[in-house]
């Protein structure tokens, strides 16, 4: 489907979904929706940024965690975060475990708002990247201290949502690796109803 029309979870801020609304529609309304923005290590524990790319309908051009998306009525995390990786990546992961969450509005103007329930999740990639250029103009990998390190030194090259999203994640990356193959139940799902 053409992104605008995507269907999108509306929630409560308890996370309780309330109904579901287009893309489109859902940030030009600025309605709470539900969303995820991943942080993804690779077996170094290098932490994978991606900069927005400059055709993205806000915040292009900024640096920002590995992925971010919003689930669809009827996904698992599962589904909808081993998609959105493939689709934006190229990549699959494993080890997925939800850190935190918050929400987080902001209005980039030109009829855009962000109004998002922002489940934050780690989890692990083996292989090379190969970002779809429409979604990702550049990726690095960063040591989780030298994630933080930039952000507090240059924040203004960073997206609204990354600063809070890392301070959730920080301290599970800088746990490194080792303790992210810990597999977590990924039955509990994001369905709407």
């Known amino acids: 489907k053409p992104m605008e029309t995507r269907k999108l979870i509306l929630v409560d801020m308890m996370d309780r979904p309330v109904g579901t609304g287009e893309k489109g529609e859902v940030h030009a309304k600025g309605l709470l929706h539900r969303a995820f923005s991943l942080f993804l290590q690779d077996q170094e524990g290098r932490v994978l940024l991606q900069q927005r790319a400059m055709g993205k309908y806000h915040s292009s051009g900024l640096w920002t965690n590995s992925c971010c998306s919003h689930p669809a009525p009827g996904d698992s995390w599962e589904r909808c975060i081993t998609l959105r990786t493939q689709e934006e990546l190229g990549v699959t992961v ?100």
């Open 94 to 193: 494993h080890g997925l475990r939800e850190v935190g969450q918050f929400v987080y509005h902001r209005d980039f103007g030109d009829g855009v708002q962000e109004f998002e329930l922002d489940h934050i999740w780690v989890g692990q990639i083996a292989g090379a990247p190969k970002p779809d250029p429409e979604e990702a103009m550049a990726l690095c990998w960063l040591t989780p201290e030298q994630a933080a390190e930039d952000l507090r030194l240059h924040p203004a090259r960073y997206t609204a949502w990354y600063p809070t999203a890392l301070s959730l994640a920080l301290p599970v990356l800088m746990q490194g690796a080792a303790q992210l193959g810990e597999e977590v139940d990924m039955s509990r799902d994001v369905r709407f109803g």
